[in-house]
């Protein structure tokens, strides 16, 4: 049981390119989200999916994108790459949605853009 | 909206002292609450959460935290402190039912002085 796993662990980015960061949980958990991290601003949610097929925004969307065709997958996409975007981001997963309910993080990925 | 006040980016305690990490949050309805753990270069870990019934929460590594309504805090205690404690610390609130999103605070850094 490895939980939440992210790929890859540290990324350079240029200006503009593309890339996209994979998150897979096996704990077969319905709901998982995306968060980014910067230094003295705890996390802030970017998009989180209650389920396959289906993913809302969160506090911080612009810029990224995301699908959920699989209940273990849920990739981040970022497009057009800035260098606002030089962060570490963490994929998370819980069994339900409630507001109780305890996420669990993967191992983060370290984002630079230069 | 509900929102999470740690006060102190950085907090600094001898071996064996007490550890006290505050955290102040804002919500017009009763919260959910969570203080995680993140060790340097990995992923945050649930150290504890209050979601009803006892105020008093025990967690894991010795840590506790109280509900307290009246003061709207959920501070973070150990009686003493060990050198494995340093990391850095999130008081996180969630309220209301449904998908409800965590709020993460800013984070408090915990050194540990042998």
């Known amino acids: ?114 | 909206a509900q929102s999470v006040t740690q006060l102190g980016s950085h907090v600094s305690v001898s071996e064996g002292a007490l550890v006290l990490l505050r955290c102040n949050y804002s919500s017009s309805v009763p919260p959910y609450l969570f203080w995680y753990v993140q060790y340097p270069n990995q992923g945050l870990q649930l150290l504890l959460k209050y979601t009803t019934g006892a105020t008093l929460v025990k967690g894991i590594n010795g840590f506790e935290a109280e509900f307290k309504k009246s003061e709207t805090s959920f501070h973070l205690t150990k009686p003493s402190a060990h050198m494995s404690d340093a990391a850095e610390y999130f008081c996180a609130v969630s309220l209301g039912s449904g998908n409800t999103p965590l709020v993460f605070g800013k984070g408090t850094r915990l050194s540990v002085i042998a």
């Open chain 1, 1 to 114: 049981n490895a939980g939440v796993t992210q790929t890859p662990k540290f990324r350079i980015l240029k200006i503009g390119q593309s890339m996209t960061l994979q998150c897979t949980q096996d704990m077969n958990h319905n709901y998982m989200y995306w968060y980014r991290q910067d230094p003295g601003m705890g996390l802030k949610l970017i998009y989180y999916s209650v389920g396959a097929g289906i993913t809302d925004k969160g506090e911080v969307p612009n810029g990224y994108n995301v699908s959920r065709s699989t209940t273990e997958d849920f990739p981040l996409r970022l497009e057009l790459a800035a260098p606002s975007q030089t962060s570490v981001y963490f994929c998370a997963s819980s069994s339900q949605g409630g507001a109780g309910e305890t996420q669990y993080f993967g191992p983060g990925t370290r984002l630079l853009v230069l």
